[in-house]
């Protein structure tokens, strides 16, 4: 009786690790807060935390294998993509909480380094965007908030009523906080003058590319005339190999276009940039690109900041890497353009996902995001 007892109580431990990573994972951005309620889950349980943690993480991180598949089509890079950063959680994580003693501040400490880069765009989950929920218009001072209030959850008493005080007050104070950051932000004004546009051009290849290529711009000029902005945003990749010839046609718009090309270093290695077709100049090269291993023929390569730049953007991906995407955030006074192509993608699941990324940085830092994204072909877009 006593054992059938301990496996139901295993297995309605694990139904609700998965549901926590479920939410997590496909839910929308207040249900994030579910990785906070399984750190304080899975820190009073004495035994059998890593196999808790192996649950939330497998399926909290199941959107990182479908979009490694889109990606690459490869079954074996899905996995990797997957299995790599289940692991890295898993394994700090259950370290950490070995410390006894120690465990809330070494989870505290292994969550801050995984947050930061270049192992934030490993690891791929972060507490640190779960601040723009809690502590909205706080900034760096929200992140700080969100590490205080996970170190007060996870900290294990003597007793239970102890650790039910402490987790009380803890909240208490939190909830405190959180109201009046909710109460004292004004949240920044949606920027009119500055408008991303999303196209559904699916994947072209260099042939369709070329083909295409006047067409394309002279839509896009049409695009950015019947705009109400007097700035444009164009797609990640949208110019394809930035030309003269694009730039002829684009000059003539009566509004400013910037669009995403790539400026080839050699003929397999490539940097994702932005450029303003007005004067043809690349205004921002890609800080962090796509891992090597799912580049396939061609390789996105990392780039330096373009000095003197007026622009804050991110590219895609870039968003994985969360000291990246924090510091980015926090330098821009107006709004931060966002730009990606997905047009690999046959699924909705990431593209909501990053949306909901960016919503918690605009947040957090009560600055504007400014998105244009790429889909797979629509028929009826």
Same mark, same amino acid.
């Given at each position: ?33 579910? *990785?906070?309620?399984? $750190? ?13 943690? @192996? #649950? &939330? +993480? ?22 990797l993509a997957w299995a790599v950063p289940v692991a890295i959680n898993v394994i700090t994580l259950s370290w950490a909480l070995g410390m006894v003693r ?27 965007? *779960?601040?723009?929920? $809690? ?13 205080? @209030? #996970? &170190? +007060? ?10 650790a039910l005080n402490a987790t009380a007050m803890t909240l208490i104070v939190m909830l405190a906080l959180s109201t009046n950051a909710h109460a004292a ?197």
């Amino acid at each position: 009786h006593g054992k059938g007892e301990a496996g139901m109580d295993l297995l309605m431990r694990l139904a609700a690790m998965s549901l926590l990573g479920y939410l997590f994972a496909y839910g929308e951005s207040v249900t994030q807060l579910g *990785l906070l309620v399984m $750190l304080w889950m899975v820190a009073r349980q004495r035994q059998k935390q890593a196999l808790y943690l @192996l #649950v &939330f +993480f497998a399926v909290a991180l199941s959107p990182a294998a479908l979009a490694a598949f889109d990606y690459s089509t490869q079954p074996s890079l899905a996995i990797l993509a997957w299995a790599v950063p289940v692991a890295i959680n898993v394994i700090t994580l259950s370290w950490a909480l070995g410390m006894v003693r120690y465990a809330a501040l070494c989870s505290v400490l292994v969550l801050t380094v995984l947050s930061l880069t270049p192992l934030s765009s490993i690891a791929v989950i972060s507490i640190w965007p *779960l601040a723009g929920l $809690l502590f909205p218009g706080t900034g760096w001072f929200g992140i700080a908030l969100i590490t205080i @209030l #996970v &170190f +007060f959850l996870m900290v294990r008493s003597a007793t239970v009523q102890t650790a039910l005080n402490a987790t009380a007050m803890t909240l208490i104070v939190m909830l405190a906080l959180s109201t009046n950051a909710h109460a004292a932000i004004t949240q920044a004004t949606s920027s009119d003058h500055i408008i991303g546009i999303d196209t559904y051009r699916g994947m072209p290849d260099d042939t369709t590319q070329l083909m295409f290529a006047n067409a394309w711009r002279y839509e896009e000029l049409e695009e950015a005339d019947k705009s109400s902005g007097t700035t444009v945003i164009f797609p990640e990749s949208i110019f394809g190999e930035w030309s003269e010839q694009s730039h002829t046609i684009l000059f003539s718009s009566s509004r400013t276009i910037i669009g995403g090309a790539r400026e080839w270093l050699d003929n397999r290695r490539y940097i994702n940039v932005l450029v303003n077709a007005t004067d043809g100049q690349v205004i921002y090269r890609q800080r962090s690109a796509v891992p090597a291993v799912f580049s396939g023929a061609t390789q996105a390569v990392s780039a330096k900041p373009i000095e003197g730049s007026a622009i804050v953007a991110l590219i895609c991906v870039e968003l994985a890497n969360t000291g990246l995407v924090a510091h980015t955030y926090a330098a821009a006074h107006d709004q931060v353009i966002w730009v990606a192509n997905l047009g690999w993608s046959q699924h909705s699941t990431l593209h909501n996902r990053l949306v909901s990324e960016t919503v918690l940085w605009s947040r957090l830092f009560n600055v504007n995001t400014v998105m244009a994204v790429n889909h797979a072909e629509a028929i009826d877009a």
